[in-house]
Every structure is written in structure tokens, then in C-alpha cells.
């Protein structure tokens, strides 16, 4: 099996996995509690998030656990929201091609009274420092802007928006969720307020994310009950899940510029080859994204179609985020980046790692021709396309 579906989920890291089988099994204890066995729980639970925030650029009490990065997400807006209708802002500028995770939060506050500014990303899906500076306003109270795209993977100019926000004077938040353990990542050099990260993502557990909040910006909790967190986020903590979370951040930390050269490399190799496909086209930058995103769309075909006979041929891909893998209409993302509705429906995502290997790509590159031209074969479509019926838009 050919694994190439990284940004839905990650295998964990044996290092990872070792780190939290060994927490379960003798640092069991509730970190609330006042003996021994709960305080050792309680000192992993501090080692931790001294340790993430040495990774992020941050503070330790500026670190916040959760369950991932749909909850962080959520956490950070709202506060920001909340924080904004205090002051009588209600104001809040993001993109039109977020994570679902940010656009179904801010859908919610507008039928709560917010007004929401989605800017408009361009064709290469990069939005401008200049745009965002544009979209705020005296009454603005949170920009939000992912770091790197799930789907197409191109990755916005984060510290340059930072800046322009802390001119502003209003809060930044980024869902960082594809771009933790990818890339580097300093919240105070790139003047971040908040961020989220989700475990999972880097070769940690499921379950569990974090939540990065910098001093002096008030965090709302969104769920209510116990004490942890620092008042910010009720439920015993998984102390276990978050050790391995860190144990694999620091991993792939300590290797992102050898993992990210080796991993762009298979990358730009795998857009070679596909881009020699008729009637095919990259989505996203092909510079300013992460390492291991291809993103492609093909003219005459249904991803779903594609996906299915690629996992007959042992090859494990997807058309867009997973989060959204049951859904028949087309990606958010694409039509944002203007791809049309016929085009974006044969869209295929290939997401590598470190692990991933060359051979990996050549068969790849030996499977999805093959597919395309099948499905092609039996398309009305792709006939009306090549009988002139229809005018090609790839």
C-alpha cells in the first residue's frame, strides 16, 4: 500500500507511540490530584507545555491543550468575539478558502450579529498583506487566516499579515493546523496572537491539539466544568496523548529542513509528472506551498472515480479535505481559487511525508495516467470535449 493521504491523517511516530504507551502505563494519575501519583502527572502535564512552547516561540502559560485543532479553532475565535462585542467590534476578516473548522464558527457568529469580511484568494491561492490591511476596520476584532491550506497546500504570507494586524491593533489568529511540524514556526516573529495545532497532523495521536494564546488576550472556555487549564478548558487532561503529541513535534522539528528538502523533492517530481497528463493542472503556488502537497485538477473525470480505482490499485489519496470526503459538491477551495464547477469536481490530492518513498512516486506516476485515461474513456464529457461539443478549460 502506497500511503499518500498525509494531510488527512498521519501515522504516529513510533517515538510517539513509545512516549505515550510508557505515560499510560506509570504516569497514570489525575494532574489534579494532590498526592504523589497525580503531581507526577501534573509535572509531565508542565514538562510538556514547556516544551511546545520552546518549539512555537512562546511562553509556557501561553499554551493551551485541547482535543484538536477544531476545537482550538473555535476556542480562539470565539474569545476573539466575545473580546470584540465587549468593546462594541464586531467586526472579522478572513478567507474565503479556511478550513471548515474557521468558516462554520464564523458562520455562527454572524447569525449572532457579527459581520464577517471573506477576502477573495487569488488564482495561486495567496492572499495579500496589502488585502487584509484594506479589509480592517475600526470596528474589526480578529483576522483570521490559516497558515497553509489543506487542500491545495499554499502557504500564506503569515508574518507579513502578523505585522499588519499588530499595527492594527487587532487580534491575528492562524489555523496552523497543516503547518505545524512542516515548516518554522515563531509566534512572536511573526506576530501571531493565537494559533491552533492538531497532533495528528505531524505524526502524533488523534484526539488531541493545542492552542497557542499569547499573553494578555483573554481565552474564553468553551466547555465548562473543572479547573484545568488554567480555568480555560474543563476535562482531565490527557496527559498521555499530549506527551506523545510534543514527542512528536519535537521529532519532526528537529528534522523539518532534511524531511521538507527530501519531501519536496518527491513533490516536485510527482507535479512533473502529472502536469505531462492533457487537460491537467496544478492547484496552488507551485513555490509557496508545503512540501509534500500535489494538488491537481483533471479535466473529463470524477475525483470520486479516481479515488476508487486508485485504492484498487493500492494507492491512498483524496479529492479534498476529509473532512468534507462525503460531501458530492465540489471543494470550497477550488471554486475560491476560480476553478470551475465541472473542473473541480476531478480534482486529486496526494499528500506525502518522509516515509513515502521514490518508488512510491513512480507508481503513482504509473497509476493515475493509466486512471485518467480510463475514466476518460467512458466520460460523455471528455467525448463532447474532444468532439468540440464543449471548449476545453484546462
Same mark, same amino acid.
Given at each position: 500500500?502506497?500511503?499518500?493521504?498525509?494531510?488527512?491523517?498521519?501515522?504516529?511516530?513510533?517515538?510517539?507511540?513509545?512516549?505515550?504507551?510508557?505515560?499510560a502505563?506509570?504516569?497514570?494519575?489525575?494532574p489534579s490530584?494532590?498526592?504523589?501519583?497525580?503531581?507526577?502527572?501534573?509535572?509531565?502535564?508542565?514538562?510538556?507545555?514547556e516544551?511546545?512552547?520552546?518549539?512555537?516561540?512562546?511562553?509556557?502559560?501561553?499554551i493551551?491543550?485541547?482535543?484538536?485543532g477544531?476545537e482550538?479553532?473555535?476556542?480562539?475565535?470565539?474569545?476573539?468575539?466575545?473580546?470584540?462585542?465587549?468593546k462594541?467590534?464586531?467586526h472579522?476578516v478572513?478567507?474565503?478558502?479556511?478550513?471548515h473548522?474557521?468558516?462554520?464558527?464564523?458562520?455562527r457568529?454572524?447569525?449572532?450579529?457579527?459581520e464577517?469580511?471573506?477576502?477573495?484568494?487569488?488564482e495561486?491561492?495567496?492572499?495579500?498583506?496589502e488585502?487584509?490591511?484594506?479589509?480592517?476596520?475600526?470596528?474589526? %476584532?480578529?483576522?483570521?487566516?490559516?497558515?497553509?491550506?489543506?487542500?491545495?497546500?499554499?502557504?500564506?504570507?503569515?508574518?507579513?499579515?502578523?505585522?499588519?494586524?499588530?499595527?492594527?491593533?487587532?487580534?491575528?489568529?492562524?489555523?496552523?493546523?497543516?503547518?505545524?511540524?512542516?515548516?518554522?514556526i515563531?509566534?512572536?516573529?511573526?506576530?501571531?496572537?493565537?494559533?491552533?495545532?492538531?497532533?495528528?497532523?505531524?505524526?502524533?495521536?488523534r484526539?488531541?491539539?493545542?492552542?497557542?494564546?499569547?499573553?494578555?488576550l483573554?481565552?474564553?472556555?468553551?466547555?465548562?466544568?473543572?479547573?484545568?487549564e488554567?480555568?480555560?478548558?474543563?476535562?482531565?487532561?490527557?496527559?498521555?496523548?499530549?506527551?506523545?503529541?510534543?514527542?512528536?513535534?519535537?521529532?519532526?522539528?528537529?528534522?523539518?529542513?532534511?524531511?521538507?528538502?527530501?519531501?519536496?523533492?518527491?513533490?516536485?517530481r510527482?507535479?512533473?509528472?502529472?502536469?505531462?497528463?492533457p487537460?491537467?493542472?496544478?492547484?496552488g503556488?507551485?513555490?509557496?506551498?508545503?512540501?509534500?502537497?500535489?494538488?491537481?485538477?483533471?479535466?473529463?473525470?470524477?475525483?470520486?472515480?479516481?479515488?476508487?480505482?486508485?485504492?484498487?490499485?493500492?494507492i %491512498?489519496?483524496s479529492?479534498?479535505?476529509?473532512?468534507?470526503?462525503?460531501?458530492?459538491?465540489?471543494?470550497?477551495?477550488?471554486?475560491?481559487?476560480?476553478r470551475?464547477?465541472?473542473?473541480?469536481?476531478?480534482?486529486?490530492?496526494?499528500?506525502?511525508?518522509?516515509e513515502?518513498t521514490?518508488?512510491?512516486v513512480?507508481?503513482?506516476l504509473?497509476e493515475?495516467?493509466?486512471?485518467?485515461?480510463?475514466?476518460?474513456?467512458?466520460?460523455?464529457?471528455?467525448?463532447d470535449?474532444?468532439?468540440?461539443?464543449?471548449?476545453?478549460?484546462?
Amino acid at each position: 500500500m502506497i500511503y499518500a493521504d498525509n494531510a488527512a491523517t498521519t501515522k504516529m511516530s513510533p517515538r510517539a507511540l513509545e512516549e505515550m504507551c510508557r505515560t499510560a502505563g506509570e504516569i497514570w494519575g489525575n494532574p489534579s490530584s494532590l498526592y504523589g501519583l497525580g503531581q507526577a502527572a501534573q509535572e509531565a502535564l508542565t514538562d510538556a507545555r514547556e516544551r511546545m512552547a520552546k518549539i512555537l516561540g512562546a511562553e509556557a502559560k501561553e499554551i493551551y491543550f485541547t482535543s484538536g485543532g477544531s476545537e482550538s479553532d473555535n476556542q480562539a475565535i470565539r474569545s476573539c468575539a466575545r473580546l470584540g462585542a465587549a468593546k462594541n467590534r464586531k467586526h472579522i476578516v478572513s478567507t474565503a478558502f479556511e478550513h471548515h473548522a474557521v468558516l462554520h464558527t464564523l458562520k455562527r457568529l454572524e447569525k449572532e450579529g457579527y459581520e464577517v469580511t471573506y477576502l477573495p484568494v487569488h488564482e495561486n491561492g495567496i492572499v495579500t498583506p496589502e488585502e487584509v490591511a484594506a479589509a480592517i476596520r475600526p470596528d474589526t %476584532c480578529l483576522v483570521t487566516i490559516m497558515f497553509a491550506n489543506n487542500e491545495i497546500g499554499t502557504i500564506e504570507p503569515i508574518g507579513e499579515i502578523g505585522a499588519v494586524c499588530r499595527a492594527a491593533k487587532v487580534p491575528f489568529h492562524t489555523d496552523a493546523v497543516q503547518a505545524a511540524g512542516h515548516v518554522k514556526i515563531d509566534v512572536k516573529e511573526m506576530n501571531i496572537d493565537l494559533l491552533s495545532l492538531s497532533a495528528h497532523k505531524f505524526h502524533g495521536p488523534r484526539g488531541v491539539g493545542a492552542l497557542y494564546c499569547r499573553t494578555g488576550l483573554p481565552l474564553y472556555p468553551l466547555i465548562e466544568g473543572g479547573a484545568q487549564e488554567r480555568n480555560r478548558r474543563a476535562g482531565t487532561e490527557n496527559v498521555a496523548g499530549i506527551r506523545a503529541m510534543v514527542t512528536a513535534l519535537e521529532e519532526m522539528t528537529a528534522n523539518l529542513d532534511r524531511n521538507a528538502a527530501y519531501v519536496r523533492s518527491l513533490r516536485d517530481r510527482l507535479i512533473d509528472g502529472l502536469s505531462a497528463i492533457p487537460h491537467s493542472a496544478l492547484n496552488g503556488d507551485p513555490e509557496k506551498r508545503l512540501p509534500g502537497n500535489v494538488n491537481f485538477c483533471f479535466e473529463g473525470i470524477e475525483g470520486e472515480s479516481l479515488l476508487l480505482l486508485l485504492d484498487q490499485a493500492g494507492i %491512498c489519496a483524496s479529492s479534498g479535505s476529509a473532512c468534507t470526503s462525503g460531501s458530492l459538491d465540489p471543494s470550497h477551495v477550488l471554486l475560491a481559487i476560480r476553478r470551475p464547477h465541472e473542473v473541480a469536481h476531478g480534482s486529486l490530492r496526494l499528500t506525502l511525508s518522509e516515509e513515502n518513498t521514490e518508488e512510491d512516486v513512480d507508481t503513482i506516476l504509473q497509476e493515475v495516467p493509466r486512471i485518467v485515461t480510463y475514466l476518460r474513456g467512458f466520460s460523455p464529457i471528455w467525448q463532447d470535449l474532444q468532439s468540440g461539443r464543449r471548449q476545453h478549460l484546462l
